[in-house]
């Protein structure tokens, strides 16, 4: 049986954080609250942002589509100049607009309208949604999803061998690869550089769904060439819940008709003549639908700014931190024979910003946890997701989520819960 390493090691790792003072800025619900991949808290500054924005509606009126402190009109694009640092890509090539579900449907819709194959290659552990939307979007034009959606097979149930990934870019002749940047079961991060070249080698276009990591790994999407992604912004950049998304298209692709044209894509300087016709504007603010919706991408601003003073690559070092950290506790528990692995690959250079602890009884003992306080969540067959995230989470707190799951093991605690009946985890 290994003893559980003491307190102190986490005390002695958070002394020099430079994120610290960040925590302070958010509202936190008691307890430890582990679960920012699925829905980070508010924080002040998202708080005020949205707050200026209601006082512009009532102080402005429609007045605020031009004489907001940030223009409303141009909202979308402004917001997209912020994340651009973030996701390494050029101001103009980042818009924040519709649901991460509807940019995969303009975005996959677009491209399978300029290729010549319509055949997709997605992986079997996806997020659900991402495989409904480009379903969709092949049968709309008349593909059979059976056959033009191909699912690169996991060799493990936790993560996807970037070689099968190009081998089936070699044997099936895609259009378009469209993959995770991390896995949401497992947190896999995957070589978004390597697989980008190999699909252009091939003359496919590469995209990425960006939603597990944006706002806690550094991308570089513009230099590595990278031809569209999209992410939510409700996760690591707490912009809350059901916040406006964020899409990018690299440059050499504007001018390509959106697959869902709206007037918020349309060209800005001619907008409100409207024109019949539909004339796309000549960057990725082309590919918004719908009017931005103003109080569900207000809190984003706020959330932005603080990256900019955080900086991305700093938060990046400390997420690694601590689900290294978090992979050495969980380490210590399975080597005393509690029943439980990391199901998370170890080298951090593959791994995104949550760590996956594998038990057979995960359900139950997520909510064990979460009648302590402990605020994770459950993903089936067997995980419990832990997230510590680097703005308002600490070492300290991560040894304290882990010696809780130690106390919930060892006294088999979890065997009070019911076992899973469906309902939201």
């Known amino acids: 049986m290994s003893d559980f390493p003491s307190r102190e090691t986490a005390r002695e790792l958070d002394r020099d954080d430079p994120l610290s003072e960040f925590a302070d800025r958010f509202d936190v619900p008691d307890g430890q609250y582990m679960d920012g991949n699925s829905l980070g808290p508010i924080s002040e500054d998202a708080e005020r942002t949205l707050d200026r924005v209601v006082d512009e509606w009532r102080e402005l009126g429609i007045r605020g589509w031009t004489d907001a402190d940030e223009p409303w009109f141009t909202y979308a ?3 997209g100049s912020m994340t651009a640092p973030l996701v390494g890509a050029e101001e103009d090539e980042v818009v924040v607009a519709n649901s991460t579900t509807v940019n995969i449907h303009t975005l996959v819709g677009t491209f ?8 997709v290659v997605v992986d079997d552990l996806d997020f659900p949604t991402d495989h409904y939307a480009i379903r969709a979007q092949l049968r709309q034009r008349g593909h059979d999803p059976d056959e033009h959606l191909v699912a690169v097979e996991s060799r493990d149930s936790r993560t996807i ?19 995770p940047s991390v896995l949401y079961r497992s947190g896999q991060l995957l070589d978004i550089e390597r697989l980008t070249e190999e699909a252009h080698e091939r003359g496919i276009l590469a995209g990425f769904d960006l939603a597990h990591s944006v706002g806690a790994i550094d991308h570089d999407l513009s230099g590595v ?19 406006i998304a964020g899409l990018y298209v690299n440059r050499e692709h504007f001018g390509t008709t959106p697959a869902l044209a709206g007037w918020w894509g349309h060209d800005k300087a001619t907008q409100f003549d409207m024109e019949l016709t539909f004339t796309p ?10 009017t931005v919706p103003m109080l569900s991408a207000a809190p984003l601003e706020g959330s932005l700014r603080m ?26 528990l399975s080597e005393s024979d509690y029943d439980c692995e990391v199901g998370t690959p170890r080298d951090p250079d593959r791994r995104g910003g949550h760590v996956a602890v594998e038990h057979p009884e995960a359900y139950r003992v997520s909510l064990a946890l979460k009648e302590r306080d402990i605020v994770v969540d459950y993903r ?3 995980v419990v997701r832990i997230c510590p995230a680097p703005l308002y989470n600490s070492h300290e707190d991560v040894w304290d989520v882990v010696d809780e799951l130690r106390r919930i093991l060892s006294d088999g605690a979890y065997g009070q819960f019911d076992r899973q009946d469906g309902g939201v985890t």
């Open 77 to 79: 694009e402004r917001l």
């Open 112 to 119: 399978l309208d300029v290729i010549d194959s319509p055949t």
């Open 161 to 179: 061998d970037e070689d099968d990934v190009v081998a089936a870019m070699a044997a099936h002749d895609p259009g378009i690869v469209f993959l």
């Open 225 to 243: 060439g990278v031809d569209f992604a999209v992410w939510c912004n409700y996760k690591y950049l707490s912009a809350g819940p059901g916040a």
């Open 281 to 290: 504007a000549d960057d990725a603010g082309a590919w918004q639908i719908g």
């Open 307 to 332: 990256f900019e003073e955080a900086g991305i690559e700093t938060v990046r070092e400390k997420s690694v931190s601590l689900t290294d950290y978090l992979v050495e506790l969980v380490d210590t």
């Open 380 to 382: 089936p067959p067997n």
